[in-house]
């Protein structure tokens, strides 16, 4: 059945969370729920919409999969505990590497993660707690571009026509599949979330899985997260929807210290844009841009180039992978 859209426009986040949380609560029954937080809009507002409906019978986990940002897992687990909700932290890291070995195509890297995630990490998990349910964030978009066939989205099923219950012995319950990010925002702000939550910057799921091209190892993940660090770091005092660094597997010969060094390129993006459906390049100054190249090239170990995307979405995706 296809989901029917809330705009914005239309939106009441009282009414909305009033309602997936009567919808959560009578669908769990008096069961168990589990799910997965990853500090993103997304999942912290399921988090928290599932801690309403109901309380401590949902267990929520960080799956750490070796390729969160820097001290990701500690970060959130500790904004959590602030806002009372007590975090799980699940060493998967090797889980995710043994699966991602020797995979180079995107989509196949992309349903390496759906496996390990749904199948491994989360069936044990549901196993282990009793839980029949999982709650996720799957947001409009996610789902428009994975039955679109551009880019399956690590979280969609039932509109492939797949069953999770028969695929992983779950069922998942999405609270947030009528809405797209700047509803997600409205109604993670109406759930006492705080700005650097609800105004977070969209992260994928496979994480930086999606920012090496090719074979992504913990090797080319280590390179990436520091890349993605100083960008993150760069760009923190200029509003934009997004903003990422991707490792190319192409390398290209570079000079250091007067010698040859055939090394490694960056390609930063940086994108305005509502919703993610579409999206433009940002029109950073020349001297965001050098100064963020000097220092990838200063401080990345083997990185000789640092390159900026000025394409569009369309054509472009945002994500690389
Ligand atoms: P693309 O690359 O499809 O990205 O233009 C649009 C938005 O979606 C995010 N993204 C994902 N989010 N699972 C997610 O939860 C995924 O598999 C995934 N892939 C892309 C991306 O970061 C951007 O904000």
Redesign the pocket.
Known sequence: MPVKEIKVAELNAEDFIAEKTKEIASIVGDGLAVNALSG?V?SSAVTMLGHKALGKRLKTYFINNGLMRQNEPEKIVSLFKELGVQVEIVDAQEKFFNALKGITDPEEK?EA?TQTFYKEVFGRLVKESQAKHLLQ??IL??VD?TVAG??????VFEQLGINPEEAFGYKIIEPLVQLR?DGVRVVAEALGLPRSVFNRM?????ALS?RVIAEATPEKIKIVRLATAITEEELASISV??CMAILHQDRVTGIRNGKREFGLQVEIRCWDSID?RV?KPTRLSYDILERLANRIVTEVPGVVSVTYNITA?PPS???AV
């Open positions: 993103g997304d992309r993660i964030g799957t978009t996610d571009e551009i880019k399956r989205q690590h979280n990010k969209p992260f994928p799921g496979p999606a929807f997004q993610a999206a979405k995706t945002m994500e």
